[in-house]
């Protein structure tokens, strides 16, 4: 699957953003998804992915209780609602698709078939 990610841009801290995945593959319902983050001069790392069905989800600790992920497969489109952002959530984001990944794996980068190019984020204090 191909996929384009969007809604980036600059906020200040406590703002909200939603970025947009969305995919041009008719199988996008057989993928779990997930979203990643990477900050300058640091590595990729995992934000939260959501398994194909929709039915379960998985965040890292540092975006629990502020970041959503959700998917709509009717319109091939995962999303992710940031909400209180930080500072430390300036990073290029980025989606990527794992076909049929279960919720356990998809903390992994490695198990992803499909990248996104990313989207600027930028939280300003």
């Given at each position: 699957?191909?996929?384009?990610?969007?809604g980036?841009?600059?906020v200040?801290?406590?703002?909200?953003?939603r970025?947009?995945?969305?995919s041009?593959?008719r199988t996008f319902?057989?993928?779990g998804?997930?979203w990643f983050?990477?900050?300058?001069?640091?590595?990729?790392?995992?934000?939260?992915?959501?398994d194909?069905?929709g039915?379960?989800?998985?965040?890292?600790d540092?975006?629990?209780g502020?970041?959503t992920?959700?998917?709509d497969?009717?319109?091939?489109v995962?999303?992710?609602?940031?909400?209180?952002?930080?500072?430390?959530?300036?990073?290029?984001?980025?989606?990527?698709?794992?076909?049929y990944g279960?919720?356990?794996?998809?903390?992994?980068k490695?198990v992803?078939d499909s990248?996104?190019?990313?989207?600027?984020v930028?939280?300003?204090?």
């Amino acid at each position: 699957v191909q996929l384009q990610a969007s809604g980036g841009g600059l906020v200040q801290a406590g703002g909200s953003l939603r970025l947009s995945c969305v995919s041009s593959g008719r199988t996008f319902r057989r993928y779990g998804m997930g979203w990643f983050r990477q900050a300058p001069g640091k590595e990729r790392e995992f934000v939260a992915a959501i398994d194909w069905s929709g039915s379960s989800t998985d965040y890292a600790d540092s975006v629990k209780g502020r970041f959503t992920i959700s998917r709509d497969n009717a319109k091939n489109v995962v999303y992710l609602q940031m909400n209180s952002l930080k500072p430390e959530d300036t990073a290029v984001y980025s989606c990527a698709a794992a076909y049929y990944g279960s919720i356990r794996s998809l903390m992994m980068k490695d198990v992803y078939d499909s990248w996104g190019q990313g989207t600027l984020v930028t939280v300003s204090s």
